[in-house]
């Protein structure tokens, strides 16, 4: 990492974080006439300063925050009479209340600020065209079917995909009415979305409804399973890619199904591209091989002895690509070609939907059935692995690992412009702060309880390591990082933690129902209980820096 990136890269995140939350206080205090003595960014001995007015400007020596001093801030502080009135004492609670809670909300203003400008720089958004619906699901039950286009929900107006996916998450359960476009015709269906798990901000799980769609047609990927089959006699293999049918093109998979169920009994003159490997020693290049095959349907008869026509082409979806050598899934057998069926005994309707249920139970043992070509079905019963990596930001994450992989191509109808930008960006701004927000302090709840180990806590050189990365990594990633930090920032100082400023709203808050403020004594000794609990805060993640960044691994 540069040197110099890094060193610059720590001074701007901490001196914004520092100055915005700072100016919080100066400029409340400054309206409600309180009588600003220093402003200083940064604790410890000056390093320059000066003085404009009644006020000196200072920059200090420790760059872990700033202070605000106000006049009478400390009760029996002496003053000049003439100053008495500008006090902080002297003032209103309500105005006190404003000025100690300002340097958090402006905290809170920064990230809404930033998010302002990324959401402002979006200019088109995915349509509400539904490209997958997954069969025994809300959607399909319902009769909604790939193509449609959903215009509203409970009739308010649905007009991107993030629109119809938030509508559905919101209420898991409650019957919802559909208004969709089909072609020319407008229709209504009743779908009443099912609850599920899934990780929401900062990873942390969620429970939201959900109706089995996506916005992805998969393209014509297929597999062969049987090779008994009319498509393995013909010479189709797992993973060919569909790019005609009798002469005509198919671009999705509805569009390969369709023209099949069409044909009938009458041989299917299937056009196709096969993927090789080149023999160049440095590089990993597919080769896309044009070929045909004639597929001749063989009749079958279903439950009820009615007649249909079978091919044996089945849709890449839940077909594995690759296993990952040692993982739960090579050690029971699983390999590439093989096509995952069930998961617990329930019919797998997507490899999305496989994904989904992993995810939700990651202590679960789970059993787990695919069909292999030529030898059948299987079954076996298998548990997560659960792996422990350093991110780029060098901070221990859990990764759970099957070690299935599907490779499955897809397109999504065409971008829609985004209308009224300002107000989407204003309202996903305000959206985006609240969902991390609420995270982040469920993530300090963990903490508290137990839940989540103290070796998460990160320090000045965690701060200065990510802020590096961070602003390598580009612009974007860097001004979302001090989004983040500046969240974090506002929360840690609501917390009723005397020094920080929750612990002054806890006097002002004694003071309210008292009629009287706290006394000097009581202030005192529950400063001095604050600042040793922030300081064994500090050690204890400088500790963490130290092991995180510093020893050898």
Partial sequence: MNLFVWAAAVVVLLGALILVHELGHFVCAKLFDVKVIRFSLGFGPRIFGVIRGETEYRLSLIPLGGFVRLLGENPGEAMAPRDRPRALVAKPLWQRYTIVIAGPAFNLVLPLLIYFIHYSGQRTLLPPTLGTVLPNY?????????????????????????????????????????????????????????????????????????????????????????????????????????????????????????????????????????????????????????????????????????????????????????????????????????????????????????????????????????????????????????????????????????????RLAWRTDAPVPIQNRFGYAVGHAFDRTGQIMAAMIQGFGQIVRGRVPLTTLGGPIMIGYVAGVAAEQGVDQYLWLMALLSINLAILNFLPVPILDGGLLVFFTIELFKRDPPSVRAREIASYVGLVIVVILMLFALRNDVVRYLLPR
Avoid: C
Wanted: charged residues 25%.
């Fill in 138 to 406: 809300p959607a399909a039950t319902a009769g909604l079917l790939p193509g449609d286009r959903v215009e509203a929900i409970d009739g308010k107006r649905i007009r991107y995909w993030e629109e119809l996916e938030d509508a559905v998450a919101a209420e898991p359960g409650r019957t919802r009415r559909f208004e969709i476009r089909r072609g020319t015709d407008v229709e209504e269906r009743d779908v009443v979305p099912v609850r599920i798990e899934r990780p929401g901000a900062l990873g942390i799980s969620e429970s939201v409804g959900w109706i089995g769609v996506s916005p992805r047609f998969h393209l014509p990927e297929i597999g062969v399973i049987d090779p008994n089959s009319p498509a393995a006699q013909a010479g189709l293999k797992t993973f060919d890619f569909i790019t005609a049918v009798n002469g005509n093109p198919v671009a999705t998979w509805s569009e390969f199904q369709r023209a099949i169920e069409r044909s009938g009994a009458s041989p299917l003159r299937v056009t196709y591209l096969r993927g090789g490997y080149s023999a160049i020693p440095f590089a990993h290049v597919e080769i896309q091989q044009p070929g045909t095959a004639v597929v001749i349907p063989s009749p079958i008869f279903d439950a009820a002895n009615r007649r249909r026509y079978d091919t044996g082409i089945l849709s890449a979806e839940l077909f594995v690509f690759s296993v990952e050598p040692g993982s739960p899934a090579d050690l029971i057998g699983i390999r590439r070609g093989d096509q995952i069926v069930e998961l617990d005994g329930q019919p797998l309707g997507s490899w999305d939907l496989l994904r989904q249920r992993l995810v939700a139970s990651p202590e679960r043992t789970f059993q787990i059935a695919w069909l292999s070509p030529g030898s059948g079905r299987h079954e076996a019963r298998f548990r997560q692995e659960v792996r422990s990596e350093m991110d780029a930001y060098r901070q221990e994450e859990q990764r759970l690992v099957f070690g299935a992989l599907n």
